[in-house]
């Protein structure tokens, strides 16, 4: 007589056990892209309005930590940069001179701004506006700035390192204040908005 071929049903139990397995794998692969591939955040303040929004989403490349002028940046900033103390006391707030040194150590928040200054770069700015190596950017996302807007005076971004700024000028906590940042604190470049709806897309 011939064998019956046909599967016998799976127990209960080894059914249990496997989609223990697969939202297991599922959650562990979620969490190794989380960490070093892809991470979502949330924006908690104004400085980068009109380009994003407070409470907006986004996703940054973990991958990519080496930005090229103009993009938007996920990173730590300064211990400092909430009391925009500078590590030259002589540039930053109530100076002709942008801050072109930051504190020696980062902290564990995270900032989100736009890269206006390369490596060697030499920046002023002008009613919130900077002039890179003698010209003027082209920045139509920068919004009118009317409060510690202008360093007359020309600094140079240090090797390694990268000047952030907040589109909303006026209202923004940046390297103006606290100096540029050093590549090894940078966390990803932001490249999708997926929260609310109707902001959906690429940065």
């Known amino acids: 007589m011939a064998r019956s071929t046909a599967k016998k049903p799976k127990g209960a139990v080894a059914s249990v056990v496997e989609l223990v397995v697969t939202v297991a794998v599922a959650i562990g692969l979620a969490l190794l892209i989380q960490a070093f591939i892809v991470k979502p955040y949330k924006i908690p303040s104004g400085s980068m309005i009109p380009?994003?929004?407070i409470g907006q989403r986004i996703l940054a490349n973990r991958l990519d930590t080496h930005p090229s002028l103009g993009d938007v940046v996920v990173f730590h900033p300064p211990i400092g940069a909430d009391s925009e103390r500078c590590g030259n006391r002589r540039q930053g707030v109530n100076s002709s001179q942008a801050c072109d040194q930051a504190t020696p150590e980062d902290n564990s928040q995270?900032?989100?701004?736009?890269?206006?200054?390369?490596?060697?770069?030499r920046i002023s700015i002008l009613n919130g506006h900077v002039i890179r190596n003698g010209h003027m950017e082209k920045a139509p996302y920068a919004q009118p700035c009317t409060i510690?807007?202008?360093?007359?005076?020309t600094i140079t971004v240090p090797p390694g390192h990268y000047f952030m700024m907040g589109d909303n000028r006026g209202d923004s906590d940046d390297s103006r204040f606290w100096g540029p940042i050093p590549q090894s604190w940078i966390i990803g470049v932001a490249f999708f908005t997926y929260w609310p709806p109707d902001r959906i897309g690429t940065l």
């Open 51 to 53: 380009t994003l929004s």
């Open 110 to 121: 995270t900032f989100i701004k736009r890269v206006v200054g390369l490596p060697g770069d």
């Open 148 to 153: 510690l807007c202008t360093f007359r005076q």
